[in-house]
């Protein structure tokens, strides 16, 4: 399975998120190889209203492979479903979805807590989660997908406002080895790690780079460098996950 991770597209109606993010999708839909989906891990919208969800759809509306989407600490739960969902109803509730994509499950969670920047799965995700790894998702290779990363990424503004349960995820992985890899978002810079034994891979940001604590220059992020895309490659029966990142120029 071939699958592009995005994140962070903080669409607010200005020209400059709007340019930015188009261009990714330009970049995604001029590819030799079409990937099997477009992963978004949150903060779809800056301000959670609804033109910015219309905008967004509009835009990844143009990729011609499923886009899989879950939300971030910026977006607005009930905007979010009827605008990116197709839900009518709205609804405040977690927004917690199963897809199966190239024979691999994707579980794409919410992290968000209403109202704050940090992350949290909550009893209700984790129910799910557990639920579904062990029901249509069992015997099935995974992948689990939110906004927060659940572990520290050595940058002191990130690492206030990731996820605040991670011991809990944890625990819902062991014993669930279908489970291939972690994919956030919300830090706004491409990053490696593992976490629970398995890789944790976060994806550029979209809208902005994080600037790193030992690197030069003012402020917490850089608005002038390109947005980026993570590429996924997940082997079959059992084989490494291999990530590339790029810049968009």
Known sequence: MLLAHISDLHLDGTERAT???????????????????????GDIADHGAPGEYAEAARLLGTLD??????????????????????DTEGGTGPVNRLHHVAGHALLLCDSTVPGEDAGLLGDETLDWLARTLDGPAR??????????PPTLLHHPY???????????????????????AVLTG?????????????????????????????????????RTAPPGVAFHVVEP????????????A
């Open 19 to 41: 340019e930015r993010s188009a261009r990714v999708v330009a970049y995604l839909r001029s590819m030799t190889q079409r990937p099997d989906a477009v992963l978004v891990t």
């Open 65 to 86: 492979v499923p886009v899989l989407t879950c939300p971030g600490n910026h977006d607005e739960r009930a905007a979010y479903r009827k605008g990116l969902l197709g």
């Open 139 to 148: 015997g099935v290779p995974a992948l689990v997908a939110f906004h927060h």
């Open 158 to 180: 990130v690492d206030s406002l990731n996820l605040a349960d991670a011991d809990r995820f944890a625990t819902v992985l062991e014993g669930r080895p279908q489970v291939r």
């Open 186 to 222: 919300h830090a706004h810079t491409p990053a490696a790690t593992t976490f629970a034994g398995r890789p944790l891979l976060v994806a550029p940001g979209v809208v902005s780079t994080l600037r790193l604590p030992w690197e030069s220059g003012d402020g917490v992020t850089n």
């Open 237 to 248: 029966d059992g084989g490494p996950v291999t990530t590339h990142f790029r810049v968009v």
